[in-house]
């Protein structure tokens, strides 16, 4: 959608080093989701976030809504090779839990 | 569990050709989705189902249809394929927050 919008476009870091990936909607948002994909694979559900301030974490990602509920920071602490693939959020902006999704940030971690 | 499933992983047509991809899902969960993802354009819904029996169009439903066969299952039928519907297409099962993805088909419409 062109509504979300991720940055960066793509990200290559070295294993250990610890990164953040953004999503912004130029809307209030009913909840905002991120999804992991691996190359060639199908999506999987990381966290949704509703309320404004929200923070959730899985294993070394966490992440957060800001107040306003308009954008989104995905934080992974001490990145591993297996967290390689591209991230995506998804915008639910009228609370039916069908997301929008933003284009993706496409993550390389070099061992 | 098997999760989500779809068939066929790859295919190719040719213009014009018509084909049905395959859905089906062990979860009991109400809601399924149809999604196609394209370079540079990201994920985007064609059609989904809120639950068995009904249908609503997504963002880029022309050139297909659907049909929800039953709780588990949930197909989508290209009639007439155009170079256009090239794409990886990905179906989708939820039951409240986050959606369950299968592994995908990859389309190519020569």
């Known amino acids: 959608s062109q509504e979300l919008e991720q940055s960066p476009q793509s990200l290559i870091v070295q294993e250990g080093k610890n990164l953040t990936i953004n999503c912004t909607s130029s809307?209030?948002?009913?909840?905002l989701y991120w999804y992991k994909q691996k190359y060639g694979e199908g999506l999987i559900f990381l966290m949704m976030l509703q309320k404004g301030g929200e923070e959730k974490s899985h294993e070394k990602i966490t992440a957060k809504l800001d107040e306003k509920k308009q954008q989104s920071s995905l934080h992974i602490t001490a990145s591993q090779p297996s967290h390689a693939g591209i991230y995506l959020c998804g915008a639910d902006k009228g609370g039916s839990y069908i997301p929008t999704f933003g284009r993706g940030t496409s993550l390389i971690v070099h061992p | 569990n098997a999760g989500v499933t779809q068939t066929p992983k790859f295919q190719v047509l040719k213009t014009g050709q018509s084909m049905t991809l395959q859905c089906a899902q062990d979860m009991n969960h109400n809601s399924m989705y149809w999604y196609r993802q394209d370079p540079g354009m990201g994920l985007r819904l064609i059609y989904y189902?809120?639950?068995?029996?009904?249908?609503d169009k997504g963002e880029v439903p022309n050139g297909y249809n659907v049909s929800r066969l039953n709780k588990r299952e949930f197909s989508l039928r290209l009639e007439s394929a155009a170079p256009s519907q090239t794409s990886v297409y990905f179906c989708a099962s939820s039951e409240g927050q986050g959606q369950f993805f299968g592994p995908g088909t990859r389309l190519t419409v020569l």
């Open positions: 189902s809120a639950s068995e029996g009904t249908t």
């Open positions: 809307k209030t948002l009913y909840g």
